[in-house]
């Protein structure tokens, strides 16, 4: 679908009381061929925010992501480098995947996760091992802000990596997540089409821009070509029917969906 109106979606006004957040797309080559598979997790039912939803892992950024990115170099006030060290070490707590963790042996992975969802400081587990992150691996595509009155108010950034090689088995952490599973953007659209997973706006359209490319590097060249800019989504009549919308400069295929059929939290 294309708009050829005004887009106010595109503004970098952030709504009041929005919530800093991040999330990775995790893909790796698909064993059997075809397109590549991305990391999934499906959230829990007893979740305020997309309950039940299939997302991918990530979540709030913390004072301590900022330490963090200091230490590697960046400004103490980087909102995007404080994005990065979320989206790594919410993908670890919450699948057991160390993205971004060179030096981070895969019998270690375990225990520093454990430390992490205890609390201990990402910061301090850093310092105590002489570790670096490899924040430089991660390849930003976008950044969203949805503001609906039905849910929380997250501004999140989108960035997307490789999978690191690994052999043992991921779980979800179970306070947040009940299943976790490896699929293509197509084939995750489709089950969401067939009523097998639930995925919210912003998943879905970023599915289908995910969908235009079959491995990450194709998808890496993809996200070079477009600007990333905030994405506000808003309310507009087309053909007589209300539509939510996004901008159409920014790669998305489909830049707007009847609202009757968004899910938007």
């Not at 706006?201 to 235009?212: D, G, I, V």
């Not at 808003?234 to 029917?241: A, K, P």
Request: with cysteine; aromatic share 8%.
């Amino acid at each position: 679908m294309t708009d050829n109106n005004v887009q106010p979606g595109s503004s970098q006004a952030l709504p009041d009381g929005a919530i800093p957040a991040a999330t990775l797309v995790i893909m790796r080559p698909c064993e059997s061929g075809g397109a590549d598979e991305i990391l999934m997790v499906k959230r829990s039912r007893t979740m305020a925010f997309a309950a039940g939803a299939v997302v991918f892992p990530g979540g709030r950024i913390d004072p301590d992501d900022y330490r963090v990115a200091a230490e590697h170099g960046f400004a103490p006030d980087d909102a995007e480098a404080a994005a990065r060290v979320a989206a790594l070490r919410e993908t670890l707590e919450e699948t057991g995947l160390a993205v971004g963790w060179p030096t981070l042996a895969e019998e270690e992975v375990d225990r520093v996760r454990r430390a992490l969802l205890s609390e201990t400081l990402l910061s301090d587990i850093l310092a105590r091992r002489g570790d670096r992150l490899a924040l430089d691996s991660l390849v930003p595509f976008a950044r969203w802000c949805p503001n609906f009155k039905e849910a929380r108010t997250f501004d999140t950034r989108f960035f997307a990596v490789e999978a690191p090689p690994h052999r043992h088995e991921l779980t979800v952490e179970v306070a947040e997540h009940s299943h976790i599973f490896w699929a293509s953007a197509r084939e995750t659209l489709a089950m969401a089409d067939r009523g097998e997973v639930s995925i919210i706006f912003p998943t879905r359209r970023n599915l289908e821009r995910l969908a235009q490319a079959d491995n990450f590097l194709s998808f890496s060249v993809h996200a070079a070509a477009h600007p990333v800019e905030l994405v506000t989504p808003w309310i507009e009549t087309r053909g007589g029917e209300t539509h939510l919308c996004i901008p159409s400069h920014l790669g998305y295929p489909v830049t707007s969906e009847p609202f009757e059929r968004v899910r938007r939290g």
